[in-house]
């Protein structure tokens, strides 16, 4: 633990109240090195609810390859004991596979396509690097759900991540509907900070990947947030795109169709917002759930060159 003044006090022994967040959402603003693919719409939507939905982004020639480096990875025997391997407290099938831009070429590619590395450093003002990637599966029947959560509150508890500068970026592998657990996320809930009660226990990070119990707002604190901005599960085909501030709240059900729900999901970080020690919490997780040693900033280049100009859609 840090004795540290900590701007956002969390994991505490009694209740306070949520407070509006100390940074701005968009981080580009008056900065025009940092212009990019994003309108003035989209950055005030983004400023407005927390999220940016982009249905069918990329065409399923981009996402369907995937699949065969996830089979891949499932034949590799060291990497299903590893650490990286979630499986689910229900069923014990996979949930996710964490570091996938270190195990995948594929997805380090993907990381640095153009378009989506144009719109993060225009939101966040700064060069990027990669602060988490994985996989999320939810099989049909099976995949259990999340409790609500900002990530955020999270990584600056456990991960020691300073500031809200960071976007997640969260790509659809098959379609997400109302029946296989979408995400479902609280516009406007980006705004607030919202204190959660419980200390953090050595190595929480084993169990709350599973089932988060540590890091959940209160109850009370959730329904007013919701009463103001009501609750959105954007759902679209394959290759659709959301973008999300750090700090919006969202969370997931459990997939009651027998069809399953994956997606890609990677959190691009400034660089202005490295990791220091935990603010909550009495160890750092590891290196693939919290970056400290791969930071250097991202370069852009052409991701599919092979599908240059193909089911690619036009931003907002």
Request: proline share 7%; with cysteine.
């Amino acid at each position: 633990m840090s004795d540290r003044q900590d701007p956002y006090p969390s994991r505490l022994k009694t209740h306070e109240a949520p407070f509006l967040r100390a940074e701005p959402i968009v981080h580009s603003r008056n900065q025009r090195r940092w212009e990019g693919p994003l309108d003035e719409v989209a950055l005030s939507r983004y400023e407005r609810d927390g999220f940016l939905w982009f249905n069918g982004f990329f065409s399923r020639d981009i996402t369907e390859p995937f699949f065969e480096e996830l089979r891949q990875m499932a034949r590799d025997d060291a990497l299903m004991r590893s650490e990286r391997v979630i499986q689910d407290p229900h069923s014990g099938a996979i949930r996710s596979v964490f570091g996938m831009h270190e195990l995948s070429e594929r997805f380090d590619r993907l990381t640095r396509d153009p378009r989506i590395l144009g719109m993060v450093r225009q939101l966040l003002g700064s060069e990027v690097y990669i602060h988490q990637s994985r996989i999320n599966d939810k099989f049909g029947f099976q995949g259990s759900g999340f409790d609500w959560h900002s990530d955020f509150e999270t990584w600056h508890a456990e991960d020691g991540m300073p500031r809200m500068r960071a976007v997640s970026a969260s790509l659809m592998l098959t379609e997400n509907d109302e029946f296989n657990g979408p995400l479902m996320l609280i516009p406007g809930s980006h705004r607030y900070f919202v204190p959660c009660v419980g200390e953090t226990p050595e190595m929480n990070w084993k169990e709350s990947l599973k089932a988060q119990r540590i890091g959940v707002p209160d109850r009370q604190a959730l329904a007013r947030l919701a009463e103001h901005g009501g609750i959105q599960a954007p759902k679209g085909p394959a290759g659709s795109l959301l973008l999300f501030e750090c700090n919006t709240l969202h969370a997931s059900n459990e997939n009651m169709s027998p069809w399953p729900r994956s997606n890609l999901f990677f959190v691009y970080n400034s660089v202005d917002n490295t990791l220091e020690d935990p603010y909550a919490a009495p160890m750092r997780r590891p290196e693939f759930l919290g970056a400290r040693e791969n930071t250097v900033e991202l370069t852009m280049h052409d991701a599919f060159p092979e599908l240059a100009g193909q089911g690619v859609a036009p931003l907002s």
